[in-house]
């Protein structure tokens, strides 16, 4: 076999291929597109965090009664 010198810097032809430079988008961010009040999405994310808190609070209250029993802070009310 023969070394054959290979042309590192190949000049353009076929092969080829034209890169262009990618444009940015400013877009918003998801909090800002979903608490959005004219697009009316606001209330997915506000429904969402309302229903984590409210499962939440049930399940401080269901813990509490397990371990306090009767004696549980929610008789104060």
């Known amino acids: 076999m023969k070394n054959k010198e290979v042309n590192v810097h190949k000049e353009k032809g076929k092969n080829s291929s034209n890169f262009r430079e990618k444009e940015f988008v400013e877009r918003p961010s998801l909090l800002e597109k979903h608490f959005n009040e004219e697009n009316g999405q606001y209330l997915e ?3 969402f965090f309302l229903a984590v808190f409210i499962l939440a609070v049930m399940g401080t209250w269901l813990h509490d009664f397990y371990i306090y029993g009767k004696y549980v802070w929610l008789n104060l009310i």
């Open 45 to 47: 994310l506000y429904n």
